[in-house]
């Protein structure tokens, strides 16, 4: 569970039992300035949105730092306040840019691959991200209060 406010995550058993805690506020590696949406991958490690950072953190499911990637701009892997995150079946990491109006997709490791969306059909303010088994991505598009729903090829 993220705390934006209190710039920490919170880790809980199903039955509700706080198992631990880390992050805080700030700039540095383990540290959050906007934490705003959360994804596990298969080896359950935990992906964060870090809004105000502009980039994606990621940590071990002790709340261990193991890496960052993307940075504040418009190209390539980098991020305008980054707020959805997703994990597709071969651990590709799928990321709203919620002031750039795309969706980002990256390899594992944080490596840049592909956009999601095209300036055909452009997004204003995504945010939350659902991909399905079946190669769907579904985009919680506020600026233009809908959701859409692409072909998303795995």
């Known amino acids: 569970v993220i705390d934006n406010k209190g710039s920490c995550i919170f880790i809980f058993q199903s039955n509700g039992k706080l198992i631990s805690k880390f992050g805080s506020r700030g700039n540095h590696d383990w ?3 906007g934490p705003h949406y959360v994804a ?3 080896n359950n490690d935990i992906i964060v949105s870090d809004f105000h950072n502009h980039c994606i953190k990621v940590f071990d499911s002790e709340g261990n730092f193991l890496f960052t990637f993307g940075s504040n701009g418009e190209g390539n ?3 305008n306040a980054p707020t959805g995150v997703a994990v597709d079946q071969k651990g590709n990491i799928l990321v709203a840019d919620w002031g750039n109006s795309r969706i980002q997709v990256f390899d594992s490791s944080g490596s840049f691959l592909s956009f999601v969306n095209t300036a055909a059909d452009p997004l204003y303010g995504p945010q939350g991200l659902a991909v399905t088994s079946d190669g769907y991505v579904a985009v ?3 600026g233009n209060h809908c959701f859409k729903i692409y072909k ?3």
Do not use: P
């Open 77 to 79: 892997g980098q991020f």
């Open 40 to 42: 596990i991958n298969a």
């Open 152 to 154: 998303y090829l795995q």
């Open 31 to 33: 540290q959050f300035a």
């Open 140 to 142: 919680a598009d506020s």
